[in-house]
């Protein structure tokens, strides 16, 4: 089985910056789209960024300008760069595979936390 693993998370003061990865432990056959969510308690998980496999990129309207979703040529490896954090960023972030087969794979989150 397939599993995501996220890294990158940490603490972090307002205005910083992290860049969170997510490396897949095998290949994922007919990727459609990588994404990032995020999740605070009480609240759905929401879509943070995603990119198709052609590359198109989209983010959700708070992170707009400040996050950056790429990936290796491989697509092995999902990266979120996250810059002018605010502590509304604070979360647990999750990434996410979905293949034309309609599976989906999720990592197990990484916690991020915007505080001075």
């Known amino acids: 089985q397939v599993q995501l693993v996220e890294s990158g998370g940490g603490l972090v003061q307002p205005g910083g910056s992290l860049r969170l990865s997510c490396a897949s432990s095998?290949?994922?056959?007919?990727?459609?789209?990588m994404g990032w969510y995020r999740q605070v308690p009480g609240k759905e998980r929401e879509l943070v960024a995603r990119i198709t496999s052609g590359g198109s990129t989209s983010y959700a309207d708070s992170v707009k300008g400040r996050f950056t979703i790429s990936t290796n040529n491989a697509k092995t490896t999902v990266y979120l760069q996250m810059n002018s954090l605010k502590p509304e960023d604070t979360a647990v972030y999750y990434c996410?595979?979905?293949?034309?087969?309609?599976?989906?794979?999720w990592g197990k989150g990484t916690l991020v936390t915007v505080s001075s």
């Open positions: 095998g290949t994922i056959f007919s990727i459609n789209v």
């Open positions: 996410n595979v979905e293949t034309r087969t309609g599976l989906m794979f």
